[in-house]
């Protein structure tokens, strides 16, 4: 049964010279999952929001929209409310009560439904997903797995028939993003509803999907089964860097030999194993020497919000040379943020404390400590834009490192897609040319080849003796630019070691490079670096 059909949809903002939207068409069908991907700013969160009536952009349409064969235009408010569900990549934006149980209840409420039923739907629906435990806890204290589930929860507690998705695990840890689209599989194929989502993750997703759609500068470059569309994928300059480390590999050998492209890590551990020789089991590694200049030190810091509440940080010592880049990963809501709040003076510890250049942060005096030492990227980088326009953020200046905003001057902040956003924040900090950077999910929101643009910032920014710290769900990033990587885990920092060491050893906190050669090869922790040693030993005989 065909729940949505778009036909020929062109979208222009208010002022822009160009289509954001160019003659979209594709239909989906009851149950489908649908994989909407492309390169940051190509068009796809304009896309899922023109789906979305109460979301849809202002601006010039052409084209229909239709939903279980009626125009779209001419849905109720109600019908959209409660067979079109909208999850966003922010969970806090779309939050909208205190209580787990009352957030489940809000969308009944709404539509005036009967108390007995709406307690029914709650508790179905706290079943399914598991949340039964967390009815009483309120969502300001969940972590940003368990909110964006809750979010998805909501949304199917009013029974849709269609759930649109835009970059839902962009903010989640690697743990609990898998869990999280297992369980958008599990509503396709258990309860029959359509789903269609926006992802830059594609190691998860990709083997669950029913269809592909990939936008390209605003128009439908592929619409096919993800086993269709893997070669148009890997041709793409700004796609191919996210996908799996099995897809880059076949395509980057041409499809040896005409063998079908891997989707799932089982077929990609079998198509290295198979086609490549492993003559060389490693790569060399050249680790950078410590400096000999502290720029960031905690001696037995603790930390907590509340009192009565336990501490989220508890005894955390660690030190970072000048000119280091560390990576901190770990789960959501484990208090990486609550760290960097603490390193930048944000927050204040009610123990141990906190260096800057040996230099305890309570003797920073007024804004000392900001004037060309210290940066901060937010996790919530809306909260670092200050003006209404992106030109008078950036003081018009004419540089166009990290990315050329000039054409872009006239929009507020606000109207920037979720990766412009992080960019513009970066930007905005490196104008106050710092000493030290810290970063919390600087990749966010970015296709791959951001990803990698953002990598070779920090880089350059270590080339030039600056400190970078950041907090990141980002594995691949940290594998490409830290020296050292460190676990954030109960209340402290642990594992404090080199990124070949903590990433080449972890199950889940890792990479899909190291996923896809544990046990043939060593050490290989980009895909990069996968590429090279399967260069190094070549392929098979047969497979030439």
Known sequence: MKILEVKDLSFRY?????????????????????????ATACGKTTLLKSLKPELAPFGDKNGEIFFCGKAMADISESVSAAQIGYVMQRPENQTVTDSVRSELAFGGESLGLEPDIIRRKVAETAAYFGLEQLLSHRTSMLSGGQRQLLNLASVMAMNPRLIILDEPTAQLDPIAAGDFIRTLYRVTRELAVTVIVAEHRFEELL???????????????????????????AQSANVSPSLPSGLRLHSHFHRLNGRKAPLTLGESRAMLAECFKSDVKSL???????????????????FTYDGSSPDVVCGASL????????????????????????MSGIEKPYRGAVEIFSKSLKKYRGSELYCGLLGLLPQDV?????????GEELQFTEDKSVYDFTPFYEMHPYDLSGGQQQLLGIKKMLMNEPKIVLMDEPTKGLDGSWRDVIAEIILSLREKGLTVFIVTHDMELAAQVSD????????????????????????FYTTSAVKTSRGIYSGVCTTAQLLEICTKNGLKEEFR
């Open 484 to 507: 050292r990587c460190g676990i954030f885990f109960d209340g402290t920092v642990s594992a404090a070691v080199t990124p070949q060491e903590i990433l080449s050893d972890s199950i």
């Open 14 to 38: 208010k002022n822009a010279e160009q289509n954001t939207l160019d003659n979209i068409s594709f239909e989906a069908s009851e149950g489908e999952l649908i994989l909407v991907c492309g």
């Open 382 to 390: 809306q909260s670092a834009f200050l003006r209404d326009s992106v």
């Open 207 to 233: 083997p669950l999907a029913d269809k592909v759609l990939f936008l390209e500068n605003g128009k439908v470059r592929a619409f096919d089964t993800p086993e269709n569309s893997a070669e148009i994928l």
């Open 284 to 302: 060399e590694q050249t680790a950078k020497a410590p400096g000999n200049e502290e720029a960031i030190r905690l001696k037995n810091v603790f």
């Open 319 to 342: 030190t970072v040379q000048k000119g280091e880049v560390f990576s901190l990963i770990g789960s959501n809501g484990s208090g990486k943020s609550t760290l960097l709040s603490l």
